[in-house]
């Protein structure tokens, strides 16, 4: 005796039968593969084989495995905010709420970068990490285009320039994208400290790289979040929205990066002469919040705060670590 279909059913099954039809599909092409499809597993489909054969050390120490692993980790959740960043930037009918929203989640993921950092400060010995090191040469976290294109999704470029000639361009009606581009914050942190040349390291990021940031920073030159914000209407920028971007200029361009400050504080500073970090970038220069001054939003920052950037917390982390 066959069953008799529930309405429910039969609704869904004629709701299919019209998404097919308006598709020039077959539906019941379509439920002979449901009936040959295999259940799904957990393993398959987050892929777990593949993931757990990328952790590949280059050397017999231990603690390797926690560097390569945490990187791997903190780019998968770089990938989900400019997930998130792309909704904001590609949405057609953008409102305050919504806005907020992804802000929101982009800032918990930054939550979650910087409160397991302590995995990287304190999580591996010393010794072994300025041996595995050297195998690393001259890879470097500095070649993170991740985090770059997060920066060129966030703000004008104008907002990433080194802050020595910021206000040069500022003042230039005339300038390229790709000039100020020459003149990201970052690239000072690849210029060799005794020959005032470009690292390798640099050369390198620069090559794989370069076609792929220009080409974002003209895609997202009037679509960027901060211009997604400017282009608000006044009743849209709540104050909800605004707090939500002021804290990711923290997460982003304080709080990450003061992470980072302490790791290097406890891996790379030995007496006198700081160590230099791998692929020889200058991380004293590249990392220290007060001295790059990289803010995505100064419209919503008193002059007073700008003016201070960073520099309590960076003078905090040189105290203490």
Same mark, same amino acid.
């Given at each position: 005796?066959?069953? =008799?279909?529930?309405? =429910?059913?039969?609704?869904?099954?004629?709701?299919?039968?019209?998404?097919?039809?308006?598709?020039?599909?077959?539906?019941?092409?379509?439920?002979?593969?449901?009936?040959?499809?295999?259940?799904?597993?957990?393993?398959?489909?987050?892929?777990?084989?593949?993931?757990?054969?990328?952790?590949? $050390?280059?050397?017999?120490? $231990?603690? =390797?495995?926690?560097? *390569?692993?945490?990187?791997? @980790?903190?780019?998968?959740?770089?990938?989900?905010?400019?997930?998130?960043?792309?909704? *904001?930037?590609?949405?057609?009918?953008?409102?305050?709420?919504?806005?907020?929203?992804?802000?929101?989640? #982009?800032?918990?993921?930054?939550? @979650?970068?910087?409160?397991?950092?302590?995995?990287? *400060?304190?999580?591996?010995?010393?010794?072994?990490?300025?041996?595995? &090191?050297?195998?690393?040469?001259?890879?470097?976290?500095?070649?993170?285009?991740?985090?770059?294109? #997060?920066?060129?999704?966030?703000?004008?470029? #104008?907002?990433?320039?080194?802050?020595?000639? &910021?206000?040069?361009?500022?003042?230039?009606?005339?300038?390229?994208?790709?000039?100020?581009?020459?003149?990201?914050?970052? +690239? !000072?942190?690849?210029?060799?400290?005794? /020959?005032?040349?470009? /690292?390798?390291?640099?050369?390198?990021?620069?090559? &794989?790289?370069?076609?792929?940031?220009?080409?974002?920073?003209? =895609?997202? +030159?009037?679509?960027?979040?901060?211009?997604?914000?400017?282009?608000? $209407?006044?009743?849209?920028?709540?104050?909800?929205?605004?707090?939500?971007?002021?804290?990711?200029? !923290?997460?982003?361009? @304080?709080?990450? +990066?003061?992470?980072?400050?302490?790791?290097?504080?406890?891996?790379? &500073?030995?007496?006198?002469?700081?160590?230099?970090?791998?692929?020889? /970038?200058?991380?004293?220069?590249?990392?220290?919040?007060?001295?790059?001054? *990289? #803010?995505?939003? $100064?419209?919503?920052?008193?002059?007073?705060?700008?003016?201070?950037?960073?520099?309590?917390?960076?003078?905090?982390?040189?105290? /203490?670590?």
């Amino acid at each position: 005796m066959s069953q =008799e279909i529930s309405p =429910e059913i039969a609704q869904r099954i004629q709701l299919l039968e019209e998404k097919f039809k308006n598709s020039g599909q077959d539906m019941l092409s379509y439920l002979d593969g449901l009936l040959y499809d295999q259940y799904i597993t957990y393993w398959d489909y987050i892929r777990l084989d593949t993931l757990l054969s990328l952790q590949v $050390p280059s050397t017999h120490f $231990p603690d =390797e495995m926690i560097f *390569i692993g945490y990187h791997q @980790i903190t780019e998968l959740y770089f990938k989900l905010i400019i997930h998130e960043q792309l909704q *904001i930037i590609e949405s057609k009918d953008l409102t305050g709420p919504f806005f907020a929203e992804k802000l929101r989640r #982009i800032n918990r993921y930054f939550g @979650i970068l910087i409160s397991s950092f302590e995995v990287m *400060i304190k999580g591996m010995e010393r010794e072994q990490f300025l041996k595995f &090191r050297m195998s690393l040469l001259p890879a470097s976290g500095f070649q993170s285009a991740q985090f770059r294109m #997060i920066e060129f999704y966030s703000s004008d470029l #104008i907002n990433v320039v080194h802050p020595d000639v &910021r206000e040069r361009f500022r003042e230039s009606e005339n300038t390229s994208l790709e000039e100020l581009y020459n003149h990201c914050y970052w +690239k !000072q942190g690849g210029i060799d400290m005794h /020959t005032q040349e470009k /690292t390798l390291t640099l050369k390198q990021f620069e090559e &794989r790289y370069t076609p792929r940031f220009l080409r974002i920073a003209h =895609e997202v +030159k009037d679509s960027n979040i901060y211009q997604r914000y400017l282009q608000l $209407p006044e009743e849209e920028k709540t104050k909800e929205l605004m707090d939500a971007m002021r804290a990711h200029d !923290q997460n982003a361009n @304080i709080n990450w +990066k003061l992470m980072h400050m302490g790791s290097a504080h406890r891996y790379l &500073r030995k007496e006198g002469d700081p160590i230099q970090a791998t692929g020889g /970038t200058n991380w004293k220069k590249f990392l220290p919040p007060s001295f790059q001054k *990289i #803010i995505f939003y $100064p419209e919503l920052w008193t002059q007073e705060e700008i003016d201070n950037w960073g520099k309590q917390w960076v003078e905090h982390a040189l105290n /203490t670590k």
